[in-house]
């Protein structure tokens, strides 16, 4: 038989608190059938949300790089330093894409 030491048995009571409070807190919020489509309709809302601040980011990227395209027009700059900005657009957009997907997993 495994023993229990003092610090288990706090660590065990602390756990089942911690448990049971949240339980608490958080049941009022998903008995209702109120609560739960306030709930949709507050994560639809950010996902709209979420979807049109990609869409101003990607416009953003556009302009940025053709700012840098036009920059090579005038002779202000090189077509190397398109390249960069590209390379730059894109992995602002590979992080992006990397952290949904690391939020998706912890769901």
């Known amino acids: 038989m495994k ?26 919020f998903l008995a209702t059938n109120a609560h739960a489509s306030a709930f949709t309709k507050l994560t ?25 395209i036009v920059k090579v027009w005038t002779n202000k700059s090189q077509w190397g330093d398109v390249g960069g900005k590209l390379i730059e657009v894109g992995a602002a957009g590979a992080i992006i894409v990397a952290v949904e997907f690391a939020w998706a997993m912890l769901k």
């Open 44 to 68: 639809n809302l950010f996902t709209q949300w979420k979807t049109e601040f990609y869409g101003l980011l990607a416009v953003g990227a556009f302009i940025y790089v053709m700012w840098e």
């Open 3 to 28: 023993q229990v030491t003092f610090f288990q048995k706090i660590k065990n009571r602390a756990d089942i608190l911690f448990l049971q409070l949240s339980l608490v807190v958080i049941s009022p």
